[in-house]
């Protein structure tokens, strides 16, 4: 999945693939790909910095949050990328991060890796939580039934840790 930057002469390309999910090594990631992968972008090159403008599309699969029920995200993400060549700094290739290198990332070797750009891509469209609906109500504390497909008898109860000994106190005064 490597783009070769030397083919590039124009200012402006076009740049248009499509893998099926078998292509990316996603092992131990949160995720699953279940869909192929659409990426389009316009490349402009202007001598060694290069910006990567376009748009993701895909489906992945994750477990809900609260149920664990797995479901689909469709992702249809834009972005806008900037690239420099990875010697763009001391001659180590070490280079001190300003302000406006935070949305600066760096190829090496003329080629840029899309696989680290889009398995990026599909970090960034991912809630921070998800949820297989809003509405889910989990798995219960006690029996562990999901509670989306099924009722349970169980009444958690929660007690306060610290007036444990409290509680302690009232069934030694009782007996």
Not at 16 to 41: H, N, Y
Not at 164 to 175: F, P, Q, V
């Given at each position: 999945m490597l783009l070769d930057l030397r083919g590039f002469r124009g200012e402006v390309d076009r740049v248009?693939?499509?893998?099926?999910?078998?292509?990316?090594?996603?092992?131990?990631?949160?995720?699953?790909?279940?869909?192929?992968?659409?990426?389009?972008?316009e490349l402009h090159k202007d001598a060694q910095k290069v910006r990567l403008v376009g748009r993701l599309k895909t489906t992945l699969e994750v477990d809900c949050g609260r149920c664990l029920d797995p479901f689909e995200i469709p992702i249809d993400a834009k972005f806008d990328l900037m690239f420099l060549p990875e010697s763009a700094g001391t001659p180590d290739g070490e280079k001190e991060v300003q302000d406006a290198d935070i949305g600066v990332s760096y190829y090496k070797d003329d080629t840029i890796n899309l696989g680290e750009v889009i398995r990026e891509q599909f970090f960034l469209a991912l809630p921070m939580k998800p949820l297989c609906r809003p509405d889910c109500k989990g798995l219960c504390p006690e029996c562990?039934?999901?509670?989306?497909?099924?009722?349970?008898?169980?009444?958690?109860?929660w007690v306060d840790p610290r007036l444990?000994?409290?509680?302690?106190?009232?069934?030694?005064?009782?007996?």
């Open positions: 248009a693939r499509t893998w099926e999910p078998g292509a990316f090594e996603l092992k131990g990631e949160e995720f699953r790909l279940i869909a192929p992968v659409e990426f389009s972008a562990g039934k999901n509670r989306n497909r099924e009722q349970c008898d169980c009444r958690p109860e444990a000994g409290l509680k302690k106190l009232l069934t030694n005064n009782d007996g």
